[in-house]
């Protein structure tokens, strides 16, 4: 029960939480013609949405450009390790290990893919080096780091 | 091992779904610029019982929804389809209701704000104003 309540936890902390500050940066600043604002509109948020979204131009000042832009990519990335670590952790090294680099490769190739034009969207290395903090601070902040790197 | 590699594939998969929102709508081609929020020019007038909504822009508002009293987890809306340029479209307050199916009774509520979402040639278009 308590170890049931620690992953739920451990998820809520370094998986759901990070997705949710870094959706609220795109939902609060960034342009409304994003897909997700399409899918507000489909679930019936619009409303609620404009309603935060006039609070953005007190808040924005506040912040530095580089969080606006770029940092739901480190928030991202940080989630995806940190959701296949807790899946792996106690499990066999060879394996985690495989699906950990995997989960650490996404965010960083999803943007070379970009600067080649695998993927469409625009090539930041602001964006490349996010995701690049959000994969090393996964793997040094979560306890079982030992596991993954063995 | 096999429901832990379905937790990861199914993690990460719903992340890299989550991820495409984060894709522009507007952009044309690979590599394309991020558009920007459109600000409307529009009027909007309540006569008591209707909204008339005039398009003042020199394009046409494509998906649009209308809004009464929109706040964090309230408001009424209305989805109006297309507004070519300089329609006047007139809408009854009854027509408008929120998330629950109930309508707007302007005899009991006042209309204290109204918003107008669209789309638009540039990018999502945004009108909001308010009544004292």
Known sequence: ?150 | MLRKRLFTLGGLIALVILATGTSDTNTSGSGGGTSQEVHLNATVNFTGTQFVIQNNDSFAWGNVELAINFGLMSGYSLKVGQMRAGERYTAGAMQFANSDGERFNPFTHKPQNFTIFCDTPTGRGVYSATWN
């Open chain 1, 1 to 150: 029960m308590t170890k049931c309540h620690s992953g739920l936890k451990s998820t809520f902390v370094h998986v759901l939480l990070p997705l949710l500050l870094g959706g609220a940066i795109y939902l609060l600043f960034r342009p409304s013609s994003l897909l997700m604002f399409s899918w507000c509109q489909k679930l019936g948020l619009t409303p609620a949405l404009l309603a935060v979204r006039n609070l953005s131009p007190a808040l924005r000042s506040l912040l530095p450009e580089w969080v606006i832009m770029s940092a739901p990519a480190a928030l991202w990335s940080y989630a995806a390790v940190s959701w296949t670590a807790l899946v792996w952790s106690g499990a066999p090294c060879t394996e985690a290990t495989f699906w950990i680099v995997l989960a650490c490769a996404i965010g960083p190739m999803s943007e070379l893919g970009q600067r080649v034009g695998w993927i469409s969207g625009t090539f930041d290395p602001a964006d490349l080096a996010l995701y690049l903090v959000g994969v090393l601070l996964a793997l040094t902040g979560m306890s079982y780091r030992r596991n993954i790197l063995c």
